[in-house]
């Protein structure tokens, strides 16, 4: 292959997402000639699919909830409605503010960007529109497409999240398929703006990947709010007639509603791409890599949805930054999958990090387990919220787990996983201080009870 030198490159990223456009910053930062594809909107599925639009929404919910619930707190106010044209002109605006700095940021290094489609055509050789760039090395970074079921169209009113974001009506009814992330998120925003909404799961639990204590809190939750689920359900079909659909499950009941959010997981982007005609093992789609992300290719790498595991934005910016450090010679340490933070911002919010009860049970043998209510902390009495701090840690030794649900928590799972990826001990964390009166406090207060010296709870 020949090939000129202003085509020639340290590495060549197929892919602006999160995972790819992070690996683009870094390696500029280092020094190196980098070229990024892509097809479609620089800052990818995050940007303008995913986290940041649908926290939008998730604001826009909390304020409508605000509005319906001030009497509680001796503040007349009434909800009136959601104008879905201005919910979407903000979150639209927060998410052009956003993609505007960025291609700003990426235009401000050097960073060769290649509008298209690109495809692997050699080892390392990615083709755009007839253009041939030569990678030293190749990072694939082409991300993950929202799947549907065997014999499910998604058209009309039946939809993903892809549609469902930019919906200009409020809609009655919505059944939700699968009661994932990206399930109960939709859920609980659809329930906020005025909808009536169901949510079917196959498998026994809501947010299965969580631990257990959490998907019963959160099922408490969305019982209490009202938000119907159905789990332990195979979906059997749908129909569409007119401005209905109807859903019929295996166990032989229908539920006619007015959309249907198909929210069963993502897939990776990878077929027709050339990843397998390159060499690289695939498997069910997804890139194979090992743990410092190289596949069995020589020279070439794979970050983000495309690769086992966390499907999350910043796992994608941990693994680009990453990938850049390698090619530079850093030698960075490998990413520990288990010390990526988890947050799922449905009302209650969950956040976590490492192994659930069940999970550190198998790897470690013995452990204690620590449930702080949110019944004893003075912020949670304050926002007048329901939940728990569970923490999960080895007999005698270091915290392996936090599990968070309540109003707020997201934000509180940066201290955990300080906590968990410094190995800390319960006796460690009861050193520090934690501001009164905080949801925050919550974390100190459980890491207090588990080191034996309780204050605002029941040992
Ligand atoms: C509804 C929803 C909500 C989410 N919320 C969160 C959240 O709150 N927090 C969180 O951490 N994660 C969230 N995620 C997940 C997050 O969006 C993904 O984990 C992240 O975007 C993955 O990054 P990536 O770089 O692997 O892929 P992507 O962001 O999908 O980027 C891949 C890019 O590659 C481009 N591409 C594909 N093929 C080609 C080609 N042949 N040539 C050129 N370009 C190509 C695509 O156009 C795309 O821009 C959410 C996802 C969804 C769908």
Redesign the pocket.
């Known amino acids: 292959m020949s090939a000129t030198a202003e085509n020639t490159f340290d590495i060549v990223i197929?892919?602006?997402?999160?995972?790819?456009y992070a690996c683009a910053l870094r390696a500029a930062e280092l020094g190196l000639s980098v070229a990024l594809?892509?097809?479609?909107?620089l800052g990818?599925?995050?940007l303008h699919?995913?986290?940041i639009p649908?926290?939008a929404l998730l604001h826009a919910a909390e304020v409508a909830d605000t509005a319906r619930e001030g009497e509680q707190f001796g503040v007349r106010t009434t909800f009136e409605s959601v104008d879905m044209s201005r919910v979407n002109a903000y979150k639209d605006g927060v998410v052009g503010r956003l993609y505007k700095g960025l291609q700003g940021l990426v235009k401000s290094k050097s960073i060769e960007y290649v509008e298209g489609?690109?495809?692997l055509v050699a080892k390392n050789v990615v083709e755009v529109a007839g253009r041939q760039l030569v990678g030293k090395n190749v990072v694939l970074?082409?991300?993950?497409y929202?799947k549907t079921l065997p014999g499910l169209d998604i058209g009309g009113r039946i939809m993903t999240?892809n549609e469902a974001l930019f919906l200009d009506y409020v809609p009655a009814r919505v059944v939700v398929l699968g009661g994932g992330v990206?399930g109960v998120e939709f859920a609980s925003v659809f329930k906020s703006f005025g909808s009536e909404v169901t949510i079917i799961e196959a498998l026994p639990r809501l947010v299965a990947a969580e631990d257990e204590a959490i998907s019963k809190q959160l099922e408490r939750s969305f019982r209490k709010r009202k938000i119907n689920f159905k789990t332990n359900v195979k979906f059997a079909g749908a129909t569409q007639t007119g401005d209905v659909v109807q859903v019929s499950l295996e166990s032989g009941e229908t539920i006619e509603a007015d959309l249907l959010l198909v929210s069963v997981g993502?897939g990776p982007?990878t077929a027709g791409?050339g990843y397998e005609e390159a060499g690289v093992t695939v498997d069910r789609g997804f890139v194979l890599t090992n743990e410092r992300l190289q596949t069995n290719v020589e020279g070439i790498y794979a970050?983000?949805?495309?690769v086992p595991g966390l499907?999350?934005?910043?796992?994608?910016f941990a693994q680009g930054i990453f990938v850049a450090e390698q090619v530079a010679g850093l030698n960075p340490p490998v990413i520990d999958e288990m010390g990526i933070p988890r947050?799922t911002?449905c009302d209650p919010e969950i956040a976590s990090i490492g192994y659930t009860e069940v999970q550190a049970k198998e790897k470690f043998g013995q452990i204690e387990v620590y449930d702080y209510s949110l019944g004893g902390n003075g912020k949670s009495q304050i926002l007048a919220t329901q939940g728990f701090v569970k923490l999960v840690r080895q007999k005698d030794g270091p915290v392996v787990g936090v599990h968070m649900i309540g109003a707020r928590m997201g934000e509180q799972v940066g201290e955990a996983q300080l906590i968990y990826n410094w190995e800390a001990l319960p006796s460690d964390v009861a050193q520090l201080i934690h501001a009164h009166p905080t949801q925050n406090e919550a974390l100190g207060e459980a890491h207090l009870a588990l080191a034996g010296k309780p204050l605002h709870a029941h040992a």
């Open positions: 197929l892919g602006g997402g999160s995972g790819g594809v892509e097809k479609g909107k990818g599925t995050c699919m995913g986290c649908t926290k489609e690109g495809r970074a082409t991300g993950s929202a999240s990206i993502r982007v791409l970050v983000g949805d495309i499907q999350l934005a910043h796992r994608g947050v911002y």
